[in-house]
């Protein structure tokens, strides 16, 4: 019988996790996770119903690190999701590291000049704009993606902070992107401008109605019966696009009455493996508040 991996302390990271200013499950989730108490292949082995190997890759103890960070399958998902090598590639170099900095996301590395967003060729638009925005967001350059001019602000100080979130856009920009939007010259026209020229609009329905869903605050003076519609308003129109998306992906090319064979649902289980892996994205996202 293989010993099992001696498990790290858990009562700092427990404290840590307790404290986070997030939802009643997450950090209840977080307990479970800071106990080890999920049942991975390592606490399934421990009670002897299971080798422990990780069920994706088949080669390693499944421990919780290993699930939501460390599993090339997991990898696989993290990476697109905008968690960079460095983030996901700590193990290779976590002896030399601290427990700090094995866990990063990428914003946070990219201001230390180490990753940089993925230049924007014309692909894939919601997910390059969904990472400038939060890029900005980070580095307090995110006025101008408004095109308001705050109060009280100066006129100088404005123009200054939008041609400096202009640029840093623009440094995210291929050659032949930027060539299209050269004479763009404040930040909201320049968002404007790709937005109508990459954006596919249903996917950028879903992406404006999470980012509504995401920045929904109880306004002041405003009743909950009030806000509370507001929620249930996005959360419907969210709901509804994402079914009709899926709908328009996920029956491609099938007719009416027709009968689904073994073949359509067998290739559907890479797809249904890849959406288990990427719920680990969220939680990895967890993990970075806390060590980052
Ligand atoms: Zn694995």
């Known amino acids: ?16 996790l307790s404290r986070l200013p997030t939802l009643p499950k997450i950090r209840m989730f977080g307990w479970w996770l800071a106990h080890e108490a999920l049942p991975t292949g390592r ?42 090598p460095h983030v996901t590639h700590g193990r ?41 925005e939060d890029f900005l967001y980070q580095k307090n350059l995110y006025q101008p993606l408004s095109g308001k001019q705050p109060e009280g ?14 640029g840093v856009i623009r440094l995210t920009l291929s050659r032949n ?24 609009p249903s996917a950028s329905n879903k992406v404006h109605l999470m980012r ?12 909950v019966a009030q806000h509370l519609n507001e929620l249930n308003t996005i959360t419907t129109q969210y709901a509804s696009e994402g079914i009709k998306a899926a709908c328009d992906w996920a029956y491609k090319g099938v007719e009416q009455e027709s009968v689904l064979e073994d073949d359509y649902f067998l ?13 680990g994205v969220r939680l990895a996202a967890t993990l970075n508040r806390i060590f980052g």
């Not at 602000?153 to 202009?166: G, I, T």
């Not at 509504?212 to 009743?223: D, P, T, V, Y």
């Not at 290739?267 to 719920?279: D, E, K, T, W, Y």
């Open 1 to 16: 019988m293989r010993p099992p991996t001696p498990v790290p302390p858990v009562s700092s990271l427990w404290l840590t």
């Open 43 to 84: 606490c399934v082995f421990l009670v002897g119903l299971s080798d422990g190997f990780c069920p994706l890759c088949g080669t390693i103890e499944e421990t919780v690190l290993h699930v939501l960070r460390d599993c090339d399958d997991v990898q696989f998902n993290l990476n697109p999701a905008g968690f960079t």
């Open 92 to 132: 290779q170099n976590c002896q030399k590291r601290s427990k700090r900095s094995q866990i990063r996301v990428g914003a946070m590395a990219a201001d230390e000049g180490k990753v940089k967003i993925e230049k924007f060729d014309g692909a894939d638009f919601g997910f390059w704009k969904m990472q400038i």
């Open 153 to 166: 602000m100066k006129d100088e100080d404005w123009a200054l902070l939008d041609r400096q979130a202009l």
């Open 177 to 200: 992107v930027a060539f299209n939007i050269a004479k763009e010259k404040t930040t909201a026209g320049l968002m404007a401008a790709l937005s109508s020229m990459y954006e596919k």
């Open 212 to 223: 509504r869903l995401f920045n929904l605050r109880m306004a002041e003076g405003a009743s």
């Open 267 to 279: 290739s559907r289980i890479p797809i249904v493996h890849r959406r288990l892996a990427q719920g």
